[in-house]
Nanobody, 115 residues
Framework: QVQLVESGGGLVQAGGSLRLSCAAS????????MGWFRQAPGKEREFVASVRWSGGSTYYADSVKGRFTMSRDITKNTVYLQMNSLKPEDTAVYYC????????WGQGTQVTVSS
């Protein structure tokens, strides 16, 4: 069974940066996409970014393009989300996900951006 553990959330001022990590364990990921989603209070969970484990192609939501960068470290079975130029509207719980149809989820990590 695959397990995902996120870390790196916190409180930051607008314009600042944070890097989230998601460590995966339990099986190999050669056929997986891994992704980041977020859910703000009172809103639905939304897609942020994803990476194809094999090849490393990345995809981003329009709202974060140019500010967020997703990467992977195959040797550590870990993905990262580098978040720059953070805005108050980026405040949310950020979740790591993997598998077909995003069937596997981490527990989430809180990101709070103050104005």
């Amino acid at each position: 069974q695959v397990q995902l553990v996120e870390s790196g959330g916190g409180l930051v001022q607008a314009g600042g940066s944070l890097r989230l990590s998601c460590a995966a364990s339990g099986r190999t990921f050669s056929s997986y996409h891994m992704g980041w989603f977020r859910q703000a209070p009172g809103k639905e969970r939304e897609f942020v970014a994803s990476v194809r484990w094999s090849g490393g192609s990345t995809y981003y939501a329009d709202s974060v393009k140019g500010r967020f960068t997703m990467s992977r470290d195959i040797t550590k079975n870990t993905v990262y989300l580098q978040m720059n130029s953070l805005k108050p509207e980026d405040t949310a719980v950020y979740y790591c996900a993997a598998g077909s149809s995003w069937s596997i989820w981490g527990q989430g990590t809180q990101v709070t951006v103050s104005s």
